[in-house]
Structure formats: C-alpha cells, structure tokens
C-alpha cells in the first residue's frame, strides 16, 4: 500500500494537479496547479509587441506621404506603446558611467537629459551622446540600453598633455591640440608650456619626438613654435636650445651626446643652437665666468 501511495503521490505531483486523491479513506493533498499566464498577457510578450510597432511607426514615413494619414496620428500611437511599456516597469531607474575621471557628475547627467521614472524606450541615445560629447572633457562617448531599467555610458576622456599660452592666455590642451580648459589650470602647471599660434597642433609630434631621448624631455619647461617651421626649448637651467626646421632626432641625439661630455644645460650658458648639422653654437651668459666650455669635435 505505502508502494501504491508513493506512485500515485509521485504521478500526481508531476503532474502538477490541484484535485485531491482519495485512496482507501486516505485523502493526499497535491501541490495546486500554477497559474498559467497567457502567452499574449505576458510581459515579454507585450515588451516584443510594443518594439514592432515602434519599429513599424518608425519607418512608415513614406507610406504616410502616399496614403495622407496624419503624422499626428502616429505620434500618439507611438506614445501610447511607450506608455505602455514604462507601465510594465521599461523605465529609466539606474545609470551605469565608466571612464569618468575629470568630468563632472552633475554635468554629466544634466547633459543625459534623464529624468528617473522616464519611459527608458523614449530616450534620445543621438541627442544624448552629442551633449555629452560637448563637454570639455569628453572625447567619446557610448550610450547603452540595458532592459528593463539601466542606461550604460562609457567616456573616453581627454589626456591633457600642454599649457597652450598663447597672446597672454593660458588653456589646457590634449594630444589633438584641442583646448580642454581655461580656468583653474593650476594642478596641470608641471605639464610643459608651449607658445605660438600653431603650437597645439605641433606639440604631439614634438613630445613624440623628445620621447626617444627621455634626459631632455625631463628638463624641458617650455617649447616656443618660431615661425611655424620650427622649435625653441627653454630647459630647467635657462638654457634656450634652439632645434632646427628638420631632422629634430639627429640634432636631440647631438644634444645628448654634448651635455654628456660637457655639463653644457648646467652651466652659465644662455643659449645652444643646434640649428647647423656639423656642429653645435655656444652663447654664454653675459654674466657668466669666463671658463673654458669642452666642445667636442668641430662644436663650438
């Protein structure tokens, strides 16, 4: 009998039915049947029905010029989905940002445009993403839906990499010689500072160029464009070293070998010119003391 219980027990559990089984005065009390929602009442469902006929409202802006149906008309019907979508919960509650470091938090999301509760499908990514670009800090941005309730935004920001000074204004600028910044730009005072109207398109080529020989670019506190053909430098010591039009890495290498040898950017020396390729000019400080300066080679 207990066999006979267990298998009825057991069928009738997996069968998931709500009657009660009599056996032998015996009544067994099944779990109840769960409630079946129908297919075309489930969310899911509605969610897929209400992203057709935005799709489909979407792109009916040809057949609405042939058959003369108000654009009013589909307005209100697109609306109406939308509406029908937050009252399943498809509304905007939680904002994800990555890659935020200089940009500020209240800038961000007043350039978002959200409004906590908005119908998550009725958000403008387009409008969005080219305010949020806009900032000073932004470069790039990506805006993602995450369903039913979570928008994404990843921010690329800028790298500052100068001081731009140019007719006695200051601004920060990035590795594209676009300007960042103008106020508040003392915490970037150790970047170097470079000069002249075309400075901030010609500084990513130069820091590149001075990468190579790390020994000047750490001494280096200002580069001054002359021209728009070429570079000074003015070192941490004073000493003005002047770069010629081409062939930079060869003069830099000059450099390097030269101070080298001699202590050159240490001593009373105002400026070093580079500019003749066999051989390196050598202007002392009117207040220098006369000592002999070592010029390897034909330097002089």
């Not at 802006?61 to 019907?77: C, D, H, N, R, Y």
């Not at 960042?180 to 150790?190: P, T």
Request: charged residues 25%; aromatic residues 6%.
């Amino acid at each position: 009998m207990k066999r006979m219980l267990s298998r009825i027990a057991s069928t009738m559990d997996d069968a998931q039915t709500s009657a009660d089984i009599e056996v032998d005065g015996v009544i067994l009390d099944t779990p109840k049947r769960k409630r079946v929602v129908p297919l075309w009442r489930r969310p899911q469902t509605i969610l897929a029905y209400v992203f057709c006929g935005l799709i489909v409202l979407g792109g009916s802006g040809a057949w609405v010029l042939k058959s003369g149906w108000g654009q009013e008309a589909i307005t209100k019907s697109k609306w109406e989905l939308i509406k029908v979508s937050a009252n399943l919960g498809f509304t905007l509650n939680d904002v994800l940002v990555a890659g935020r470091k200089e940009t500020d938090r209240k800038d961000l999301l007043t350039a978002l445009g959200i409004v906590r509760g908005a119908p998550i499908l009725a958000f403008d990514f387009e409008t969005a993403r080219a305010r949020v670009e806009a900032l000073p800090w932004v470069q790039h941005a990506k805006i993602e839906r995450f369903l039913p309730n979570t928008l994404s935004i990843h921010l690329i920001e800028r790298q500052p990499i100068a001081l731009w000074q140019n007719q006695g204004d200051f601004a920060l600028i990035d590795e594209e010689g676009q300007v960042i910044i103008r106020q508040g730009l003392a915490r970037f005072s150790h970047l170097i500072h470079v000069v002249g109207s075309d400075a901030p398109n010609r500084v990513g080529g130069l820091l590149e160029l001075l990468g190579t020989q790390p020994k000047v670019l750490n001494n280096v506190m200002a580069a001054v464009r002359v021209g728009g053909r070429r570079w000074d430098l003015l070192m941490l010591g004073g000493v003005d070293v002047r770069l010629p039009e081409n062939n930079i890495p060869g003069a830099l290498a000059r450099l390097v070998a030269f101070e080298a040898k001699s202590g050159v950017l240490s001593r009373d020396v105002k400026i070093l010119d580079l500019r003749l390729p066999d051989r390196i000019i050598v202007r002392k400080s009117p207040t220098a003391i006369r000592k002999p300066l070592p010029m390897p080679g034909q330097e002089t």
